[in-house]
């Protein structure tokens, strides 16, 4: 049996550029003459914005800290050990660069073993230990802290999570086991499971506190301080913590059954890691720690060496990494400032762009309509906006009535638009209604603004061919609820100059947006691809397959939502419009469904009723559906499906639509809510042989998104 020691060096010699944490051991003496006291600091070096991580040399470190630290108190030389962070840093939990490299199963279970008996080793010294959450927790980071008998937590803290799950992983260096016994099964479920698959929502230190994670809670400005004071009065016996009794009967089996039905309500059983956790948590009940430190060196092991970890991997980089420095983005020095944002159009979406320009650019932003009505609507629209974030305490009045001031209605565009930066309309999806919006401004506003169009599926290039300065048009497509989806896909026509490219992307920038380049093709990214994945659900509905055979079949990919669910969200009347569009562009591969544009036709909002609460076949949708005589299976339709995709990402690729693979699974991601688990949506092809099957060759190289060779 190899030492804890030999472990980790073995690991760390394959992970040869670590940033590696230290760990710093320093005595002081505790007040109220508590005795001498042992204080570990976690560091990498830099500042927060770099945040610290265990790969194998940091745990080596923590060993050889925690080497020094029992022998101090096997000796009686202290009275306990504490374990706190760098400013605004606790830990962050295993470096996850490390976790790319790994190609052999055993070495996935060094990893998973090499934390646990690190780690344990903090519960089995001859006094008590503390943890001092001061700042961002996750991952091991917060299971280091549960090893302790102790804990603490700052007012200040921002985010405390396990997002493991929603990675691809289970928290495996003791979360599945000691958080259901330290807090429950409910609770337990509820951050492990349902926060992780919730996209990766955090904790603040309040919650952390209210949870029973942590035993006491104090302010920011001196938390380390008080830490002290009160780890001084725990051990001399004057604050006794008070831990509640765990339910390990039936309450323990119904927060796992309620553990997996949010799990399959948000992967449909796709991805394996909400279910391997789930595992490890109902075995839990019974107290044995060992048995579940070894189930989840298993489980860890196993998900390190499965697809679906390396896609989250991936899909985590591209929106942590790729997502800030967009592909081929102009020289952001050429950028002109934006002082003042005009916006065409006045209606929900041009009203929520106002408001999104006001809250993020704080400048003037000024909307037009055709009416003073529509005018005073829009406004209205953003005024009201401001008063719930007023209302949630969110912003505070002085800013309010600032934001209030900057946002103001016009009905003549030369008054609104002689002083603006940047101009964006959200008028009617029509290119000569465009044209002409375009024109107007044109003959209006400064010669250096940039104009910019909110088009789902129109050609930026022909909406700018008559005007004087095409140069200035950049496709600026945001994707409802603008507030929620991140993604903005840049579009740079045929005479975009660099100058109005630049800008548009410093204004996404500031905007808190993920920019993407497209090329100037029919629908972009996004809307191409769900159009082609919608269309071949359509097809094969219209072939004569029963509506719930073809929705039921994606169920597997763990997508956000259903086909004719999302379909409802976008409206059948915008899908019908953007099918003809690209019908129009690529009549061999859209087709245009005589039975959409039926339920189009009778006005109707989707295909679904909700009468029951879940979604049934609208009675009237089903007299309108006219269906042939061809009925697949499930897995024929799901072929079917992503044969199409496959084929399509492809062309686009062949097109330079965008610069790679990478750039179509971000805007999945970013714009449509794919998985993390699919890394988008090319990772899964390439996983599934549907790439090598369409196009003869996978999307991705060997370990940008798998196993490396």
């Not at 071949?536 to 956000?560: C, F, H, R, S, W």
Request: charged content about 25%.
């Amino acid at each position: 049996m190899s030492t804890t020691a030999e472990l980790l060096k073995g690991a760390a010699e394959l992970f040869p550029d670590e940033v590696v944490t230290s760990a710093h051991v320093r005595h002081l003496d505790l007040p109220f003459g508590a005795g001498r006291f042992a204080l570990i600091t976690l560091d990498n070096g830099f500042d927060h914005t770099k945040p610290t991580t265990f790969g194998p040399a940091s745990l080596a470190n923590l060993n050889t800290a925690i080497d020094q630290v029992e022998k101090e108190a096997a000796d009686g030389d202290i009275v306990g050990v504490g374990i706190t962070g760098k400013p605004f840093i606790f830990a962050v939990g295993a470096d996850l660069k490390g976790v790319e490299l790994l190609k052999e199963h055993k070495d996935a279970l060094a990893i998973g073993k090499g934390g646990h008996e690190v780690f344990k080793r903090l519960s089995a010294l001859a006094v008590p230990t503390f943890a001092y959450y001061n700042g961002a927790a996750m991952g091991g980071g917060v299971e280091v802290g549960l090893h302790c008998k102790y804990r603490t937590v700052s007012k200040a803290l921002p985010a405390f999570s396990l997002p493991e799950v929603f990675l691809g992983l289970v928290p495996g260096w003791g979360g599945c086991t000691i958080l259901p016994n330290l807090i429950g099964a409910d609770k337990a479920v509820q951050v492990i499971i349902e926060n992780s698959l919730n996209q990766n929502k955090q904790l603040k230190g309040q919650q952390v506190f209210d949870l029973g994670i942590a035993d006491a809670i104090f302010e920011g400005a001196d938390f380390l301080e008080q830490s002290l004071i009160w780890t001084a009065n725990v051990l001399k016996g004057d604050v006794e913590v008070e831990r509640p009794v765990i339910d390990r009967g039936e309450g323990w089996d119904q927060a796992v059954a309620k553990g997996r039905f949010v799990a399959d309500s948000k992967v449909h059983g796709a991805a394996p890691a909400a279910y391997r956790a789930l595992d490890i948590i109902a075995a839990a009940k019974n107290g044995d720690l060992q048995q579940g430190y070894d189930a989840e060196d298993k489980a860890l092991a196993d998900l390190i060496m499965g697809g679906e970890l390396r896609s989250g991997i991936y899909a985590f980089n591209l929106v942590q990494k790729r997502g800030k420095r967009p592909a081929g983005a102009p020289d952001k020095n050429l950028a002109r400032p934006v002082t003042k944002v005009g916006v065409v159009g006045a209606g929900l979406m041009a009203s929520q762009l106002a408001l999104l320009f006001l809250r993020r650019l704080e400048v003037p932003v000024v909307l037009t309509d055709i009416d003073q009505e529509r005018v005073d609507k829009g406004v209205g629209y953003v005024h009201a906006e401001i008063d719930k974030l007023l209302g949630k305490g969110r912003i505070n009045q002085d800013k309010a009535n600032r934001l209030k001031a900057l946002v103001t209605g016009v009905l003549d565009k030369a008054e609104g638009f002689a002083d603006a930066d940047f101009i964006i309309e959200a008028v009617f999806e029509e290119i000569g209604v465009k044209q002409q919006v375009f024109a107007e401004v044109e003959a209006v506003a400064p010669a250096h603004a940039v104009f910019a169009t909110n088009t789902s599926s129109l050609s930026v290039s022909e909406m700018a061919s008559k005007l004087k300065n095409p140069e200035r048009v950049v496709g600026f497509h945001f994707f409802n609820p603008v507030a929620v989806l991140p993604l903005l896909e840049i579009v740079r026509g045929e005479k975009t100059d660099d100058a109005s490219l630049a800008t548009a992307f410093a204004v996404a920038k500031k905007l808190k947006k993920t920019a993407v380049l497209t090329k100037d093709a029919p629908a972009f990214v996004v809307n191409r691809i769900l159009t082609r994945f919608m269309g071949e659900i359509q097809n094969v509905i219209d072939e004569g397959t029963p509506v719930e055979v073809a929705e039921k079949a994606v169920e597997p990919l763990g997508l956000p939502m259903s086909p004719l669910v999302l379909l409802e969200l976008v409206g059948p009347a915008i899908g019908l419009h953007v099918s003809e569009t690209l019908n129009r562009a690529f009549p061999d591969r859209f087709t245009v469904s005589p039975n959409l544009a039926a339920v189009v036709k009778a006005g109707k909002r989707g295909f679904y009723v909700y009468d029951s609460g879940k979604p049934e076949l609208d009675p009237e949708v089903a007299a309108l559906l006219k269906q042939g005589d061809s009925v697949l299976t499930e897995e024929q339709v799901r072929d079917r499906v992503l044969d199409a995709v496959a084929q399509e990402i492809g062309l686009m690729l062949d097109e330079g639509v965008v610069a790679e693979a990478q750039d179509i699974d971000l805007c999945l991601i970013t714009g449509a809510g794919w998985p993390f688990h699919l890394g988008g949506i090319t990772p899964y092809l390439d996983r599934e042989g549907v790439s090598e099957r369409v196009n003869g060759k996978k999307f991705l190289a060997p370990g940008v998104a798998s196993v490396p060779a």
